[in-house]
């Protein structure tokens, strides 16, 4: 049998990636039952004469979520909302309004977004039922400015907290604290409507209170866990002065926390799951295997440090003991503290670390990749490598090390090849990790 594993690699993984694309998801956990019945996972919900139908989307996937919501809909029920996804992830709606904003920092438009879904919450009434269509980067898309503070202080925080090496649960509850939007305040907003949110998780776990920073769900967080983060990461001189005084006077009483566990504006709000690592984990094995291979899934909630996980997955393949050729599969998020002035993103990082790793092993090949496309601040979605990575790179005297410290991976494989570049891929369920061994 003729294997060539760089394609195959890549095959399997946007097979996984299509698995959880809306286009799949929506169709199955949403469908019309009669003429006012929406069907959301199994349960009816009955919108009366007088109810409207809000739909209300963030995230990187939100904008194929409400292209296929709207599909759905069409001929039955006429929605009307607002829709935020990340600049160049826009598809053209038929009912809704789209917003592209930044990520992974926000922008103006992340803010003029938070401040258009505030509004639209605001009209809620009891009759209505609000869809909210909810994914991964829906935490910079729905930016909002503490009072006495600027644009420009939330996005030094968000750089800050992007290069600490601090993982999503941590930044988003630093983020909680400085919103009025995420941690719950959303579903104050829209109380006493029903509120029913399908989401596609982007976080180990799949911990409604992180993904999106939670703005439909109670928050467990405090400001002193907020503080205890900004302490831990060495962030608190660097914060810029309006925003410690914000968190200052949380931390006195000034400014209430989050909404809690208990709370009657949550007991509207339903929660759905339509995608998570774990289905495109499944879907990667099953394409593995109808390719010859012989699939074993290693974990769906892989964190820590991109250079530690390189590493043991490198040990995991260079120590192979079962039936050849094999598949090793790993989802979740690793994180990387940026001390370097290169350009990347964790997948890179990690992907770069692992060639190293595999110098001298021959038939393994390795792809790490964001299934949003998109990894850190590139066009790349993350790499491929494998035995001959730094072969080719010693070839152009590229050291590959260096680029490892400088955390410029995507300097590196610009040069030496491995770049994955799929584009915007409508969905997000964090990251995957592919090994071939043959």
Same mark, same amino acid.
């Given at each position: 049998?003729?294997?060539?594993a760089?394609?195959?690699?890549q095959?399997?993984?946007?097979?996984?990636?299509?698995?959880?694309?809306?286009?799949?998801?929506?169709?199955?956990?949403?469908?019309?039952?009669?003429?006012?019945?929406?069907?959301?996972?199994?349960?009816?919900y009955?919108?009366?004469?007088?109810?409207?139908?809000?739909?209300?989307?963030a995230?990187?996937?939100?904008?194929?979520?409400?292209?296929?919501?709207?599909?759905?809909?069409?001929?039955?029920?006429?929605?009307?909302?607002?829709?935020?996804?990340?600049?160049?992830?826009?598809?053209?709606?038929?009912?809704?309004?789209?917003?592209?904003?930044?990520?992974?920092?926000?922008?103006?438009?992340?803010?003029? +977004?938070?401040?258009?879904?505030?509004?639209?919450?605001?009209?809620?009434?009891?009759? /209505?039922?609000?869809?909210?269509?909810?994914?991964?980067?829906?935490?910079?898309?729905?930016?909002?400015?503490?009072?006495?503070?600027?644009?420009?202080?939330?996005?030094?925080?968000?750089?800050?907290?992007?290069n600490?090496?601090?993982?999503?649960?941590?930044?988003?509850?630093?983020r909680?604290?400085?919103?009025?939007?995420?941690?719950?305040?959303?579903a104050?907003?829209?109380?006493?409507?029903?509120?029913?949110?399908?989401?596609?998780?982007?976080?180990?776990?799949d911990?409604?209170?992180?993904?999106?920073?939670?703005?439909?769900?109670?928050?467990p967080?405090?400001?002193?866990?907020?503080?205890?983060i900004?302490?831990?990461?060495?962030?608190?001189?660097?914060?810029?002065?309006?925003?410690?005084?914000?968190l200052d006077?949380g931390?006195?009483?000034?400014?209430?926390?989050?909404p809690? +566990?208990?709370?009657?504006?949550?007991?509207?709000?339903?929660?759905?799951?339509?995608?998570?690592?774990?289905?495109?984990?499944?879907?990667?094995?099953?394409?593995?295997?109808?390719?010859?291979?012989?699939?074993q899934?290693? %974990?769906?909630?892989?964190?820590?440090?991109?250079?530690?996980?390189?590493?043991?997955?490198?040990?995991?393949?260079?120590?192979?003991?079962?039936?050849r050729?094999?598949?090793?599969?790993?989802?979740?998020?690793?994180?990387?503290?940026?001390?370097?002035?290169?350009?990347?993103?964790?997948?890179?990082?990690?992907?770069? %670390?692992?060639?190293?790793?595999?110098?001298?092993?021959?038939?393994?090949t390795?792809?790490?990749?964001?299934?949003?496309?998109?990894?850190?601040?590139?066009?790349?979605?993350?790499?491929?490598? /494998?035995?001959?990575?730094?072969?080719?790179?010693? %070839?152009?005297?590229? /050291?590959?090390?260096?680029?490892?410290?400088?955390?410029? +991976?995507?300097?590196?494989?610009?040069k030496?090849g491995?770049?994955?570049?799929?584009?915007?891929?409508?969905?997000?369920?964090? /990251?995957?990790?592919?090994?071939?061994?043959?």
């Amino acid at each position: 049998m003729i294997i060539s594993a760089t394609g195959d690699i890549q095959t399997i993984f946007m097979h996984a990636v299509s698995a959880v694309h809306p286009v799949q998801l929506i169709r199955r956990h949403v469908q019309i039952k009669a003429p006012s019945t929406l069907v959301i996972s199994g349960d009816d919900y009955v919108l009366p004469p007088q109810g409207r139908l809000i739909v209300l989307g963030a995230g990187k996937a939100s904008a194929a979520m409400a292209q296929e919501l709207e599909k759905v809909l069409e001929g039955h029920m006429r929605p009307e909302g607002l829709i935020v996804t990340k600049h160049g992830h826009g598809l053209p709606l038929q009912q809704l309004t789209l917003l592209e904003a930044g990520h992974p920092v926000p922008d103006k438009y992340s803010l003029e +977004a938070s401040r258009r879904f505030l509004e639209i919450a605001a009209t809620a009434e009891a009759h /209505d039922l609000v869809i909210l269509l909810l994914s991964g980067g829906a935490s910079a898309l729905l930016a909002d400015v503490p009072e006495g503070s600027s644009l420009e202080d939330v996005q030094q925080l968000f750089t800050l907290l992007l290069n600490s090496g601090a993982g999503i649960h941590e930044m988003n509850i630093v983020r909680k604290h400085l919103s009025k939007i995420k941690g719950g305040w959303l579903a104050q907003n829209i109380y006493p409507a029903t509120l029913c949110a399908l989401v596609l998780s982007d976080v180990v776990g799949d911990d409604l209170s992180v993904i999106g920073s939670g703005p439909a769900v109670p928050d467990p967080s405090t400001f002193a866990d907020t503080m205890a983060i900004l302490e831990k990461y060495r962030l608190l001189a660097q914060l810029p002065p309006a925003l410690r005084r914000y968190l200052d006077n949380g931390m006195a009483g000034v400014i209430p926390d989050t909404p809690k +566990a208990g709370s009657p504006f949550f007991k509207q709000v339903h929660h759905y799951f339509a995608g998570t690592n774990h289905i495109a984990l499944q879907a990667a094995a099953d394409k593995a295997r109808s390719l010859g291979y012989h699939p074993q899934v290693l %974990a769906a909630d892989t964190t820590g440090d991109a250079h530690t996980v390189a590493a043991m997955l490198a040990a995991a393949a260079i120590n192979w003991q079962g039936p050849r050729p094999g598949c090793l599969l790993a989802g979740g998020e690793t994180t990387v503290q940026v001390t370097g002035k290169g350009k990347g993103g964790r997948n890179q990082q990690l992907a770069l %670390a692992a060639a190293i790793a595999l110098a001298g092993h021959e038939g393994i090949t390795l792809l790490s990749a964001g299934t949003d496309g998109t990894d850190g601040p590139t066009n790349a979605a993350g790499a491929i490598v /494998d035995n001959h990575t730094l072969e080719l790179a010693a %070839a152009l005297q590229l /050291d590959a090390q260096d680029f490892l410290q400088q955390q410029d +991976a995507w300097t590196f494989f610009s040069k030496a090849g491995g770049l994955l570049i799929t584009g915007p891929t409508q969905t997000n369920v964090m /990251d995957l990790m592919i090994v071939l061994i043959t």
